[in-house]
């Protein structure tokens, strides 16, 4: 039996997706989740959820936007995040500041794309009570030790905003992590027994090539 020469399919696939702004990979789709609205998600703005008046609402903030915006499938992608590694961010040449995100993770079996680098844009003329999320992050980062390991730490309980760190050098704990998600719920009255995904949010990120 004559085999199929599918290269010419693969190639065009690749074209495809390194010429597309829009992302087209399945954000967080698992069974049993409930997906976060449009409504939802401006509620936890409304409601005072995310922020930055302190340290925890800072980096539970941060935790929710990138799960938002980037294709971060599990607890697990959050652990493993550097700054400097797979996480950046990044100033182009007119002074603008963009999030990058690197997904080093093992390829997939059957994934015929390379590893991808995911750009975060600020949010320039958008509506709704959601501020920048570029700038919450940048935010984040200028509050936390250069030279923690992880990109999550863990905040200092009495931190004053006037001190110029709210963070500790020692990484947020693989439990506590685990349950961010279940301190939004619980501070905006959902259900935290539920797993939330953000299938229905529209994302603001581009994929670029990695170099």
Not at 69 to 80: A, E, G, T, V
Not at 95 to 117: A, E, F, I, S
Request: hydrophobic content about 30%; aromatic content about 12%; proline content about 9%.
């Amino acid at each position: 039996m004559r085999q199929l020469d599918t290269r010419p399919f693969r190639e065009a696939l690749q074209q495809r997706v390194r010429s597309s702004d829009v992302p087209l990979w399945p954000t967080n789709n698992y069974a049993g989740k409930t997906a976060i609205t449009p409504e939802m998600d401006a509620e936890l703005w409304q409601k005072g959820v995310l922020g930055c008046k302190n340290p925890r609402q800072l980096i539970l903030t941060v935790y929710y936007l990138l799960s938002k915006y980037f294709p971060l499938k599990s607890r697990d992608d959050h652990r493993k995040l550097s700054l400097g590694e797979n996480i950046f961010l990044c100033q182009d040449h007119q002074g603008n500041y963009n999030v990058q995100w690197k997904d080093t993770r093992p390829p997939r079996k059957y994934d015929m794309l390379p590893p991808r680098t995911y750009r975060l844009l600020p949010a320039e003329g958008r509506r709704g009570p959601e501020p920048c999320p570029v700038e919450i992050i940048k935010m984040y980062i200028s509050l936390r030790p250069r030279d923690a390991p992880a990109f999550y730490c863990a905040w200092m309980r009495k931190a004053a905003r006037c001190s110029g760190t709210w963070y500790m050098s020692n990484p947020v704990g693989c439990n506590q992590l685990r349950q961010f998600m279940r301190y939004i719920a619980a501070d905006a009255g959902w259900d935290t027994a539920t797993r939330y995904s953000f299938t229905s949010l529209t994302p603001l990120t581009s994929r670029l090539d990695s170099r």
